[in-house]
């Protein structure tokens, strides 16, 4: 069983950075493939990027792609999304998920662990 908690949203203004976290407890990342989603306000969740443990490839959704980062810490079992050049449209809720593969899926069915959520909002 692994337990996740997101932290680090907050209210910015366009333009400005924001670093989320996802700790993981229970269990090490080790052969996850670790994601980030999220949901804004009427909208579907959606597939922002994720990272494999193994090896930390990344990918990305085409609308972050070039402004948002995730890494990884191995020491402290945690990712994290850097997020630059935010746009209003980025207001969501951010969610982090795991999935016991190293296959990166986009689909939130797929996805075996979920955290809580952390909210963003990007004021212009």
């Known amino acids: 069983q692994v337990q996740l908690v997101e932290s680090g949203g907050d209210l910015v203004q366009a333009g400005g950075s924001l670093r989320l976290s996802c700790a993981a407890s229970g269990r090490t990342f080790s052969g996850y493939f670790v994601a980030w989603f999220r949901q804004g306000p009427g909208k579907e969740r959606e597939f922002v990027g994720g990272i494999n443990w193994i090896g930390s490839s990344t990918v990305y959704a085409d609308s972050v792609k070039g402004r948002f980062t995730i890494s990884r810490d191995n020491a402290r079992n945690t990712v994290y999304l850097q997020m630059n050049s935010l746009k209003v449209e980025d207001t969501a809720v951010y969610y982090c998920?795991?999935?016991?593969?190293?296959?990166?899926?986009?689909?939130?069915?797929?996805?075996?662990?979920w955290g809580q959520g952390t909210q963003v909002t990007v004021s212009s």
């Open positions: 998920a795991a999935r016991q593969s190293i296959v990166p899926l986009s689909a939130p069915g797929a996805y075996d662990y």
